[in-house]
C-alpha cells in the first residue's frame, strides 16, 4: 500500500505557470490523490476480504486490517479488542504497531465506562473520540490515562464494531501521539475497517459456533455408537459421517456405494437388507435391524432408521441414523442366558426338597418288579411250574420297568438344564407332569388338592420345561404358605381356564395369605418371606412368564390364603402337542385327598 | 391241610396289591389286599389278619393312624409297615408303637420273610 501511496503522481510546478494553471493543478493532484485512495482502499478490502473467505486465523485478519488502516492515514496506531460478552471483557486484542506492553492490561479488561473509552463505545454503540486524554477532565486521575500517556499517546478515538443485526462485537481505536480528531478521510476509513471486522469477527464466531456444534455432534454420534447419513436413491450418492464410516469400519472419505454397503451385510440378512432397498425407491420410512460382519469377521448389530424426502426434481432423498446395537443386543443373550441359568439353580435349589418324591416315584416301581420278579421265580421252580401265573407277574415287571423309567424321563427334563425351546405344550399335561412329581410332598403336607382343569383348553407356545419349573414353583410356594394352617384344611385348587385369547392358570392356597400391598414386592429377585428362601422363584418365574409374552400376579383370596396365577397367550388349536408324555391326562374336574403321615 | 395264615396288604399304589399277595401266595400265606386304611376297617378280614403289611403313606388315613386306630379297637394285629420313603424319620416312632419292621421299597424276599416270620411268632 504504501508502494501505492508512492506511485501518485508528484507534478513539479512549471515557472510559466498562472495561478489559474496552480489551481488546476492542485485539482488535479487531488482528484489523482482521492482516485489513488480510493484505488488503494478497493485493493485493500478486497486482500482483507480474501483473507477472511479463505478462512486465516482472526487475529491475523485484526492485525492486516490495523495495517491496513496505518498505511492509508499517517501517524494514527491502531488497535482492535473483540469482545466476550459472557465477561463481558476485552479478549483477544491486537495491537501491532504498540509495544505488547499497551497491549497486555487491556487483555481482559471489563468493559465498563471507566475502564476506557472503548467501554463507553461498546456500551452507548457510539464512537468516542478523546481528542487530548491528557487534558480531558473525563480521565483526569484514572489508570488509563496513565497508562496512555506512558505510552506517548495523546488522542483515542474508539468506534464499535457491530454485527448486521446490531450486536456490539468489539470496538475498534486509533491512537495518535498528538491531540487530534479524525479527518473525514480517516472517518470513511474508519467506517470501513469496522464494517470489514464486523464481517471478520462474525463469521470467525459462527465458525467457532459450528466446529462446537459439530464437535457435539461428533461426540455425541460416538458415545451413543450411532451415526447419520443421508443418501440419494437416484444416482446412489451417500453422505456418511465419520461415525456412520467407524461403524461399517470403513475409512472416513471413502466412496460409499450400495455395493460397498451389501459387502459388509451379514449373508442370511442380505435378503432383507436388499429387501428394504428395494423397497427405499419408493420412499418408504426405513427401520430394520440387520447385522454387519466386520472385516475381523465379529459381527455387529445395528439398527437403521431413516426418513424420505424428495428434492425439487422428486426424487427420493433419504436422512438417517444407524446405531450399533451390538452390545445392546448381547445383553439381552447375556440376561437370556442368566435367566436360563436362574431356571437352572431355582430347579436344583428345588431338588434338595424333591429328593424325597423322586425317591418314592422311583422306589414304587422297583418295589413292584423287585415282588414281581421273585414271584416269577418262585412260580417257574414249583413242580409243576406254574408258567401261567409267572407270564402274569413278568407282564407287570414290565410295567413297572416303564413306569420307572417314564418316572427318570420327567426328571431328567426338569433338572437339565438347556436352552430355551419352543413348542406347543398342554398346560393340563404340563400340570398333570409337575404333579405327578409332587405327590409325596403334597401327602406330607397333608394338603387337600384339586384339579379343575379346562377340557378345552388351547395350547400355549413356550418353553415346556420353563413353564413346568413356574408350575412347579407356585405348587411349592402355596404348600410353603399353608405349613403353619391347622385350623382349616390346607385345600389347594389348581385351575385352568381359558381368559379372552388366553390360557390362565391360578394356584389357589387356604395359606397365610398376602399383604395386597406388597404382593408386587414378592417378585423382587432376592426377596423372600421364607426362612432359608433364596426369593428367586417368584422373580425367575415372573420372568419366565414374560418372556412367554404372558403375566404372572399374586391377589389375596377373599377368605384365607392367596391365589397366585399366569396368563399366556393361547397358541393355535391346530398345533399338535410336540411331545406327549405318558402322564395321564386328567381332562375333568375331580378331587383328591392327600392326607399326610408326616405330622 | 393246614389253614394258612392270612396276611392282608393296605397299600395305595396298585402295583403292590397286584405283586405283594402273589408272592405272599407263593410264600404259604393267604393274601388279601387293600387299597385304603378305611377299605380295610370296613372289610371283615381284620380278627382274620394275622399280620398286617401297610403302606406308611396314603391319600385318606395314613399308616399310623390306622395303626393307633386298630390299637384303640384294641386289634393287636403285628404291623409291618412299607415306605417308599427311604429316610422316612418315622421309622424309630413306628417301631417304637409296636411295629414289627419298617421295610423300606424295594425290599427283597428274604427282608419280608424275616419280618413276616417276626410278626406270626407275635401271633
Known amino acids: 500500500m504504501k508502494s501505492a501511496r508512492t506511485r501518485v503522481p508528484r507534478r513539479k510546478g512549471s515557472e510559466t505557470c498562472a495561478m489559474s494553471s496552480d489551481i488546476e493543478d492542485r485539482t488535479r493532484r487531488d482528484e489523482a490523490l482521492r482516485a489513488v485512495r480510493a484505488e488503494t482502499a478497493l485493493a485493500g478490502e478486497k486482500q482483507l476480504l480474501e483473507m477472511i473467505a479463505s478462512g486465516r486465523a482472526l487475529p491475523d485478519v485484526l492485525r492486516a486490517l490495523c495495517r491496513f488502516f496505518e498505511a492509508a492515514a499517517a501517524d494514527c496506531f491502531c488497535g482492535v479488542y473483540p469482545i466476550e460478552w459472557s465477561g463481558p471483557t476485552f479478549q483477544n486484542g491486537v495491537a501491532p504497531s504498540?509495544?505488547?506492553?499497551?497491549?497486555?492490561?487491556?487483555?481482559?479488561?471489563?468493559?465498563?465506562?471507566?475502564?476506557?473509552?472503548c467501554g463507553i463505545a461498546a456500551i452507548e454503540k457510539t464512537q468516542v473520540v478523546v481528542e487530548d486524554i491528557d487534558s480531558d477532565p473525563y480521565w483526569a486521575g484514572s489508570a488509563y490515562r496513565a497508562h496512555v500517556l506512558t505510552h506517548g499517546l495523546r488522542s483515542v478515538w474508539s468506534t464499535p464494531i457491530s454485527s448486521l443485526a446490531g450486536h456490539v462485537l468489539g470496538t475498534f481505536c486509533i491512537?495518535?501521539?498528538?491531540?487530534?480528531?479524525?479527518?473525514?478521510?480517516?472517518?470513511?476509513?474508519?467506517?470501513?475497517?469496522?464494517?470489514?471486522?464486523?464481517?471478520?469477527?462474525?463469521?470467525?464466531?459462527s465458525e467457532a459456533a459450528l466446529k462446537r456444534s459439530e464437535a457435539y455432534l461428533a461426540e455425541a454420534q460416538k458415545l451413543s455408537l450411532t451415526g447419520s447419513f443421508g443418501w440419494r436413491v437416484a444416482d446412489d450418492r451417500?453422505?456418511?459421517?465419520?461415525?456412520?464410516?467407524?461403524?461399517?469400519?470403513?475409512?472416513?472419505?471413502?466412496?460409499?456405494?450400495?455395493?460397498?454397503?451389501?459387502?459388509?451385510?451379514?449373508?442370511?440378512?442380505?435378503?432383507?437388507?436388499?429387501?428394504?432397498?428395494?423397497?427405499?425407491?419408493?420412499g418408504c420410512a426405513i427401520d430394520c435391524e440387520c447385522r454387519l460382519v466386520t472385516p475381523d469377521g465379529s459381527v455387529k448389530h445395528v439398527h437403521i432408521v431413516a426418513n424420505a424426502t424428495r428434492d425439487r426434481d422428486g426424487h427420493v432423498e433419504y436422512i438417517g441414523a444407524i446405531q450399533d446395537v451390538t452390545a445392546h443386543r448381547l445383553s439381552e443373550a447375556?440376561?437370556?442366558?442368566?435367566?436360563?441359568?436362574?431356571?437352572?439353580?431355582?430347579?436344583?435349589?428345588?431338588?434338595?426338597a424333591l429328593t424325597a418324591s423322586i425317591a418314592h416315584e422311583v422306589n414304587q416301581p422297583l418295589s413292584g418288579i423287585i415282588t414281581n420278579a421273585s414271584t416269577c421265580l418262585r412260580m417257574l421252580a414249583a413242580e409243576p411250574p406254574n408258567v401261567e401265573g409267572a407270564r402274569e407277574t413278568a407282564r407287570r415287571t414290565l410295567r413297572d420297568g416303564n413306569r420307572a423309567s417314564d418316572v427318570i424321563t420327567r426328571l431328567r427334563l426338569l433338572f437339565t438344564r438347556r436352552e430355551a425351546t419352543t413348542e406347543s405344550v398342554d398346560v393340563n399335561e404340563a400340570t398333570q407332569e409337575v404333579l405327578a412329581l409332587s405327590r409325596m410332598e403334597l401327602q406330607q403336607n397333608r394338603v387337600l388338592l384339586r384339579l379343575e382343569l379346562d377340557d378345552a383348553l388351547p395350547p400355549v407356545t413356550g418353553d415346556r420345561v420353563q413353564l413346568q419349573q413356574v408350575i412347579l414353583n407356585l405348587l411349592r410356594n402355596a404348600m410353603d404358605a399353608m405349613v403353619g394352617v391347622d385350623d382349616r384344611p390346607?385345600?389347594?385348587?389348581?385351575?385352568?381356564?381359558?381368559?379372552?385369547?388366553?390360557?390362565?392358570?391360578?394356584?389357589?392356597?387356604?395359606?397365610?395369605?398376602?399383604?395386597?400391598?406388597?404382593?408386587?414386592?414378592?417378585?423382587?429377585?432376592?426377596?423372600?418371606?421364607?426362612?432359608?428362601?433364596?426369593?428367586?422363584?417368584?422373580?425367575?418365574?415372573?420372568?419366565?412368564?414374560?418372556?412367554?409374552?404372558?403375566?404372572?400376579?399374586?391377589?389375596?383370596?377373599?377368605?384365607?390364603?392367596?391365589?397366585?396365577?399366569?396368563?399366556?397367550?393361547?397358541?393355535?388349536?391346530?398345533?399338535?402337542?410336540?411331545?406327549?408324555?405318558?402322564?395321564?391326562?386328567?381332562?375333568?374336574?375331580?378331587?383328591?385327598?392327600?392326607?399326610?403321615?408326616?405330622? | 391241610m393246614a389253614t394258612r395264615s392270612l396276611v392282608s396288604v393296605v397299600d395305595d399304589d396298585e402295583s403292590v396289591r397286584e405283586s405283594l399277595p402273589d408272592l405272599l401266595r407263593e410264600l404259604g400265606f393267604s393274601a388279601q389286599a387293600f387299597s385304603s386304611a378305611e377299605e380295610f376297617l370296613e372289610s371283615d378280614s381284620i380278627a382274620r389278619t394275622q399280620c398286617l403289611i401297610l403302606d406308611v403313606a396314603m391319600p385318606g388315613m395314613s399308616g399310623p393312624e390306622l395303626q393307633r386306630e386298630l390299637r384303640q379297637r384294641h386289634h393287636r394285629i403285628p404291623i409291618v409297615f412299607i415306605t417308599a420313603h427311604r429316610d422316612d424319620p418315622l421309622r424309630p416312632r413306628l417301631i417304637e408303637q409296636g411295629a414289627v419292621d419298617c421295610l423300606f421299597k424295594p425290599f427283597s424276599e428274604t427282608a419280608l420273610i424275616e419280618a413276616l416270620t417276626v410278626a406270626l411268632r407275635l401271633n
Open chain 1, 98 to 117: 504498540l509495544s505488547p506492553s499497551y497491549l497486555a492490561p487491556v487483555e481482559g479488561l471489563p468493559v465498563r465506562r471507566d475502564s476506557a473509552p
Open chain 1, 175 to 205: 491512537y495518535q501521539r498528538t491531540p487530534a480528531r479524525p479527518s473525514p478521510h480517516q472517518q470513511a476509513l474508519i467506517d470501513q475497517i469496522t464494517h470489514i471486522a464486523s464481517i471478520a469477527i462474525d463469521r470467525a464466531r
Open chain 1, 238 to 282: 451417500h453422505y456418511w459421517s465419520d461415525q456412520t464410516f467407524r461403524i461399517f469400519e470403513y475409512d472416513v472419505g471413502t466412496p460409499i456405494t450400495l455395493r460397498l454397503i451389501l459387502q459388509r451385510v451379514h449373508p442370511q440378512d442380505l435378503h432383507l437388507v436388499r429387501q428394504v432397498i428395494a423397497e427405499a425407491a419408493d
Open chain 1, 334 to 352: 447375556a440376561l437370556g442366558k442368566v435367566r436360563s441359568e436362574l431356571a437352572h439353580v431355582a430347579r436344583v435349589t428345588s431338588l434338595g
Open chain 1, 490 to 599: 390346607r385345600r389347594l385348587v389348581i385351575r385352568t381356564e381359558r381368559d379372552d385369547g388366553r390360557v390362565r392358570l391360578s394356584v389357589q392356597d387356604a395359606g397365610i395369605g398376602l399383604d395386597p400391598h406388597g404382593a408386587e414386592k414378592l417378585f423382587e429377585t432376592f426377596f423372600t418371606t421364607k426362612l432359608g428362601g433364596m426369593g428367586i422363584g417368584l422373580s425367575v418365574s415372573r420372568s419366565i412368564i414374560e418372556s412367554h409374552r404372558g403375566q404372572l400376579w399374586a391377589s389375596p383370596n377373599d377368605g384365607p390364603g392367596a391365589t397366585f396365577a399366569f396368563t399366556l397367550p393361547a397358541g393355535r388349536d391346530d398345533e399338535p402337542p410336540a411331545r406327549a408324555l405318558a402322564a395321564a391326562r386328567a381332562t375333568h374336574a375331580r378331587d383328591a385327598t392327600y392326607v399326610g403321615d408326616a405330622r
